[in-house]
């Protein structure tokens, strides 16, 4: 009975979770929401939170919706071509071994923190534009704006449309192709006439979760989108989006209506990002419906030979059309061209991070906290000094020099990291035994579906969300009004907790799917009850599976940065307890890259290949540790 409890509470600690985000977002933008209209939010493009005339604020949200739908479409027109063609590719080209590591370094392309594609998306993408733009006439905007944010999104969400495509695609039935190049289609010809417009409401599904993605980007298109609230449609063009405009001016919003007005635009960005994420889960379960087999399309291009004298020949393929081959080269090889763009930019972002960092890194990156930048000057000295060219650099007063570093940021993030996790996977894996074991009731449907709808949320929706009730709540546990509790490595801590949950839910619960039933029937036929066979049987078997599971969702909140801007808050100082502010590193490598000074950005490249190496270390040390991810029980059956 204790164990049935503490399954169903975890499975209602989500339901909790999701209503509550809800309430609280509509309850702290309701004084904003009920004057819309006065305040312009969805009509006026401007946004004036101080008048200076003193005069009603214009929160005109208009800016931010169009720079938002903007750079999703650029990404989406990039991406989807891409990763429907290297998913057909994998999937019907590439030869087996090709296929495995195309399909791992997909995912190692997922794996990287948003920041870093932030980060390496400054110091190379925008360069490349800039020097488009120059070349056109265009103005010098160092490459940021609306199109540089839309191509660092494509790269971002490109994992996401080619895993899913690639699914659905090997989802088509064998007799399909087989049937297509019976009547003497060529390869692409089969691809293009019967496997995709088999797999097309998978890919619409994928599409339509890549687009729910790129709409709640926080930090990458804030470091280049260029933040500035217009509505422009020139290709040269600065911008801003609703998550880059709350993590900038959030923190800042010293004003209850102001406030209230960022977090309506939040509201809005959840509800969109959650119909976009809804439907796509719609259309993916229709997929594991039995679907009936459309007839093989005549390919205009085979030429099958009808004569008497060939009716009872052997089943050969008859014969193609030297174009119809000539036109299967030529995709092959556009195919294989969209795989190789698909997974270059991991090698681009693995190679400059990897060569700049090291050139940074410096045991002083480790052991020091953060302190002012040297300027420019002082470091180029204390660069030379290090290289045996010159003297140590000394201060204003004659003093050397004592440069900053980064491990009180390392040891912040660790922290929070570490009570995410105490907190999150207790409450996932108990979820996760609710969900698994309680089959289809409509609890536990419900449980689920909350628990997919909040993987979806935005990230930046979380940090306000832990915001509103753990730094800056309105009401007391006593009643009245509360007084500001403040940053905190606890606050951190909650909100990447919950974005770690579902990860761990839907992980272990299928995992423990693949456990086999008869396992379990001989659990219970020797007198075990529900937890002893829980305990004992099932969560053993499905271990390796799930430790791989928690480990990913470790390496996805380590690299995360929105949630703890508005949360965890930053210090220059060491971490004193998860009650006080907590430095995180996230958080230092979007600052200092931003810097003018040398010094921090030298600094922001050695932190974020540290960042790199730990998620790089995370997703592919625990996959080759734990193998294909294969509960060990169910080859046992």
């Keep these: 009975m204790v164990f049935n409890a503490l399954t169903r509470a975890a499975g209602f600690a989500v339901l909790t979770t999701v209503l509550g985000l809800i309430v609280v977002l509509t309850m702290q933008a309701y004084p904003v929401l009920i004057k819309a209209g006065e305040y312009q939010l969805f009509t006026s493009r401007s946004w004036v939170p101080k008048p200076p005339d003193g005069g009603t604020p214009i929160y005109g949200a208009l800016s931010f919706i169009f720079g938002t739908v903007a750079t999703a479409v650029i990404a989406l027109a990039i991406a989807i071509p891409l990763g429907v063609a290297t998913a057909a590719y994998l999937s019907e080209i590439a030869p087996g071994w090709l296929r495995k590591v195309g399909a791992f370094l997909i995912e190692l392309l997922a794996a990287i923190p948003s920041v870093v594609f932030g980060f390496w998306g400054l110091f190379f993408i925008a360069p490349l534009i800039q020097r488009a733009f120059d070349a056109l006439g265009g103005p010098n905007t160092g490459g940021n704006g609306l199109l540089a944010a839309g191509i660092i999104l494509a790269i971002m969400v490109l994992p996401y449309i080619t895993a899913i495509a690639f699914d659905v695609c090997q989802s088509v039935p064998r007799s399909q192709r087989e049937g297509s190049l019976a009547l003497g289609a060529t390869r692409w010809q089969t691809i293009y006439s019967v496997v995709l417009p088999y797999a097309r409401p998978g890919i619409i599904a994928a599409s339509f979760l890549a687009l729910g993605r790129a709409l709640g980007e926080t930090m990458a298109v804030t470091m280049l989108v260029g ?3 217009e509505i422009d449609w020139s290709p040269f063009a600065l911008g801003d989006s609703i998550a880059s405009r709350i993590a900038n001016q959030l923190n800042e919003a010293d004003d209850a209506t102001f406030r209230s007005a960022l977090i309506a635009l939040g509201l809005v960005l959840m509800l969109v990002t959650s119909i976009f994420n809804v439907s796509a889960r719609l259309l993916l379960s229709q997929l594991n419906r039995p679907r009936n087999t459309t007839p093989i399309p005549v390919i205009e291009d085979a030429v099958v030979p009808t004569t008497t004298a060939n009716l009872n020949a052997p089943a050969i393929a008859p014969p193609v059309r030297s174009h119809a081959q000539f036109w299967n080269r030529v995709m092959t090889a556009v195919l294989a061209g969209c795989f190789a763009a698909t997974v270059i930019p991991l090698f681009l972002i693995l190679g400059f991070i990897a060569v700049r960092g ?15 930048a040297l300027t420019d000057e002082q470091f180029a000295k204390y660069q030379a000094s290090k290289r045996g060219e010159g003297d140590y650099p000394n201060d204003d007063i004659g003093r050397p020099v004592r440069r900053g570093g980064l491990g009180h940021a390392m040891l912040g993030s660790a922290v929070i ?15 996760a035994v609710y969900l698994a074991e309680s089959h289809n009731s409509r609890m536990a449907n419900l449980v689920r579906f909350l628990t997919e709808l909040l993987g979806g949320v935005p990230s930046i929706i979380i940090g306000i969300f832990v915001a509103a009730i753990l730094v800056y709540p309105k009401v007391s546990l006593t009643g009245g009004e509360a007084s500001p509790l403040g940053f905190s490595g606890w606050a951190g801590a909650v909100a990447l907790a919950i974005m770690m949950i579902p990860i761990v839910v839907r992980s272990a619960e299928e995992s423990m799917k693949l456990v086999p039933e008869s396992l379990r029937h001989a659990s219970y036929a020797l007198g075990a009850n529900r937890m002893q066979t829980t305990l004992r049987v099932i969560l053993p078997a499905a271990f390796p599976a799930i430790v791989t599971g928690i480990f990913l969702a470790v390496g996805r909140i380590a690299g995360e940065t929105a949630p703890l801007i508005l949360t965890a808050g930053n210090t220059d100082f060491w971490p004193t307890g998860p009650a006080a502010p907590t430095p995180f590193l996230p958080g230092y490598i979007y600052k200092y890259s931003l810097s003018q000074y040398d010094d921090w950005q030298a600094q922001a490249w050695a932190g974020a290949l540290v960042l790199l190496v730990v998620v790089m270390f995370l997703n592919v040390g625990i996959r080759l540790f734990a193998g294909q991810r294969v509960v060990a029980a169910s080859r046992a059956d």
């Design 417 to 431: 990291v570490a009570f995410a996790a105490l907190l999150a996977i207790p409450i996932g894996l108990l979820a």
């Design 358 to 372: 090291v050139e940074s890194l410096e045991r002083g990156i480790f052991s020091e906290r953060g302190r002012p």
């Design 227 to 229: 933040n500035r609230a």
